[in-house]
């Protein structure tokens, strides 16, 4: 069974920085593309940053130049560093993750339980 376990979140006051992690356990081929959404509470999740596993990456705008997004493949784990946070920042961040299992051609997705970031003014 494959599990994407988040920890790293809190509570934090702007202009500080937090970093997130991300690892995957369980039976897995291969990693593909990682990532992290951000979801507020009655609105639609939207991506933040994702990483390839050639380590392209990629950054919502309102993120870019704050936020850095690495992975460790030893560690089957995917960071999202948060520097210079803003209270508009203040969510429930999911990782993302599309892996391939052995035996099967086919990506799969999976996500994380979510992590709260909450930023104070």
């Known amino acids: 069974q494959v599990q994407l376990v988040e920890s790293g979140g809190g509570l934090v006051q702007a202009g500080g920085s937090l970093r997130l992690s991300c690892t995957v356990s369980g039976s897995i081929f291969r990693i593909n593309a990682m990532g992290w959404y951000r979801q507020a509470s009655g609105k639609a999740r939207q991506l933040v940053a994702y990483?390839?596993?050639?380590?392209?990456?990629n950054y919502a705008d309102s993120v870019k130049g704050r936020f850095t997004i690495s992975r460790d493949n030893t560690k089957n784990t995917v960071y999202l560093q948060m520097n210079s946070l803003k209270p508009e920042d203040t969510d429930v961040y999911y990782c993302?993750?599309?892996?391939?299992?052995?035996?099967?051609?086919?990506?799969?997705?999976?996500w994380g339980q979510g992590t709260q970031v909450t930023v104070s003014s």
């Open positions: 990483i390839t596993s050639g380590g392209s990456t």
């Open positions: 993302h993750g599309r892996l391939r299992h052995y035996g099967d051609l086919s990506e799969y997705a999976y």
